[in-house]
């Protein structure tokens, strides 16, 4: 998965006007910082606004169309997990606790994802007084035994697992967007501050991309998987 960036000092330049420049492909980054200079010599920082569990989805989906498909359900996996991050995080922050002990606490649980899943669930059951969906345990079943016993998956039961991710985390992200505003603004916030570094002299831009699973996305459109997945072989057939 690449991401299209263009220089913006070169598009905006009388030349660049007649002659728009081509988009460079700079790969995916863990941090969200990416950084890169034109064949002018124009160096643009852009920060990427999406979160961790958008990312990943959408390199789950990417995974799919390549063929990849255990490769695909450990980012479905992980994009759960990250999602249950981003959801006691901007509880926590909507609540008015301090940004630095939510991440200076959650380095408690960082390293286990079974502690993180029962954070998440208490806190779940805290803010709207009933037991969050989980995974259905046929599907945990599966992912444990393509993630730790090799079991190598056929395209349909990595689409069928990657449609119970994405069935599984909307209704939550819903809920979680209405319900903790301040906290999921915060969060991203907090992200993209992250993504920058400490000494930052040179303006910073920020990029918006579309993911599956959007916490920008108004539109209430939830397309499945397959649909998700038809859209993106569309686009990569014309890149
Ligand atoms: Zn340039």
Same mark, same amino acid.
């Given at each position: 998965?690449?991401?299209?960036?263009?220089?913006?000092?070169?598009?905006?330049?009388? @030349?660049?006007?007649?002659?728009?420049?081509?988009?460079?492909?700079?790969?995916?980054?863990?941090?969200?910082?990416?950084?890169?200079?034109?064949? +002018?010599?124009?160096?643009?920082?852009? #920060?990427?606004?999406?979160?961790?569990?958008?990312?990943?989805?959408?390199?789950?989906?990417?995974?799919?169309?390549?063929?990849?498909?255990? @490769?695909?359900? *450990?980012?479905?996996?992980?994009?759960?997990?990250?999602?249950?991050?981003?959801?006691?995080?901007? #509880?926590?922050?909507?609540?008015?606790?301090?940004?630095?002990?939510?991440?200076?606490?959650?380095?408690?649980?960082?390293?286990?994802?079974?502690?993180?899943?029962?954070?998440?669930?208490?806190?779940?059951? +805290?803010?709207?007084?009933?037991?969050? %969906?989980?995974?259905?345990? !046929?599907?945990?079943?599966?992912?444990?035994?393509?993630?730790? !016993?090799? =079991?190598?998956?056929?395209?349909?039961? *990595?689409?069928?697992?990657?449609?119970?991710?994405?069935?599984?985390?909307?209704?939550?992200?819903?809920? #979680? =967007?209405?319900?903790?505003? =301040?906290?999921?603004?915060?969060?991203?916030?907090?992200?993209?501050?992250?993504?920058? !570094?400490?000494? @930052? %002299?040179?303006?910073?831009?920020?990029?918006?991309?579309?993911?599956?699973?959007?916490?920008?996305?108004?539109?209430?459109? @939830?397309?499945?998987?397959?649909?998700?997945?038809?859209? +993106?072989?569309?686009?990569?057939?014309?890149?």
């Amino acid at each position: 998965m690449r991401l299209p960036f263009t220089c913006m000092q070169c598009t905006f330049s009388d @030349e660049g006007n007649s002659h728009p420049p081509y988009p460079k492909y700079v790969e995916l980054r863990d941090d969200g910082r990416y950084e890169f200079t034109c064949e +002018k010599g124009h160096t643009t920082v852009t #920060v990427l606004q999406e979160q961790k569990f958008e990312v990943l989805f959408d390199l789950g989906a990417y995974a799919v169309l390549d063929g990849y498909y255990r @490769e695909a359900v *450990a980012s479905f996996t992980s994009s759960l997990e990250r999602f249950y991050e981003f959801f006691v995080k901007a #509880v926590l922050l909507e609540d008015g606790l301090d940004e630095a002990t939510v991440a200076e606490t959650w380095k408690q649980v960082s390293s286990q994802s079974e502690r993180q899943l029962g954070a998440f669930i208490f806190l779940y059951l +805290k803010c709207f007084t009933e037991k969050p %969906s989980l995974l259905r345990p !046929k599907q945990t079943t599966f992912r444990n035994e393509v993630i730790h !016993k090799g =079991k190598i998956p056929s395209r349909d039961e *990595a689409v069928q697992y990657g449609q119970e991710v994405l069935d599984t985390i909307r209704p939550i992200l819903k809920r #979680v =967007k209405t319900t903790f505003p =301040k906290g999921v603004e915060k969060t991203v916030f907090q992200h993209l501050m992250n993504s920058r !570094k400490a000494d @930052e %002299s040179q303006p910073v831009g920020t990029m918006t991309i579309a993911t599956i699973l959007s916490l920008n996305d108004g539109s209430g459109k @939830e397309p499945s998987l397959e649909e998700a997945l038809s859209e +993106k072989q569309w686009w990569r057939d014309r890149w």
